[in-house]
């Protein structure tokens, strides 16, 4: 009976294992956040568009327009346009970030498949073994046989 296969470092598989599915629900939070920024800079781009379309009506109505009425109108849109700054920046940051959690999985995925392939291999030379060992026996089991018979 040959011992069965046992990979030495099956902990530590386990833990890059962990370690890799740990990064792809890091980089999945980190895409969502990203996807949620996307939405709020389409949305404060729509809403500068809003601005400034108040702000040419405004100027373009019948009538004198005040000029506390049209101050009021572009400290709306500079308003407006900072907080679109503000949510482009930070969509870069989102960028940078999902760009970190791939690089970190890409990693995590090459060292826990590293491991996949040296147990495999050691699982294939296990079974080379256990045959070869098998083989002898069987060999030494024929070999006695005939000498038994031929004497």
Avoid at 29 to 44: C, G
Avoid at 69 to 93: C, K, N, S, V
């Amino acid at each position: 009976m040959s011992p069965s296969f046992r990979f030495r470092l099956e902990r530590v598989r386990a833990v890059r294992e962990r370690k890799e599915k740990l990064a792809q629900r890091e980089l999945a939070d980190a895409l969502s956040r990203r996807s949620t920024s996307v939405a709020e800079l389409r949305s404060a781009d729509a809403e500068v568009e809003h601005a400034r379309a108040e702000q040419r009506t405004a100027v373009a109505e019948a009538g004198a327009v005040s000029a506390t009425e049209l101050m009021a109108h572009q400290a709306f849109l500079e308003r407006t346009e900072m907080q679109r700054r503000e949510r482009a920046d930070e969509l870069a940051r989102h960028d940078d970030e999902v760009a970190e959690r791939d690089a970190e999985l890409a990693v995590a995925a090459g060292e826990h498949e590293m491991l996949n392939r040296l147990r495999e291999r050691r699982r294939r030379e296990h079974d080379r073994e256990v045959a070869r060992r098998e083989l002898n026996v069987l060999d030494e089991i024929t070999a006695s046989r005939f000498r038994g018979s031929s004497a």
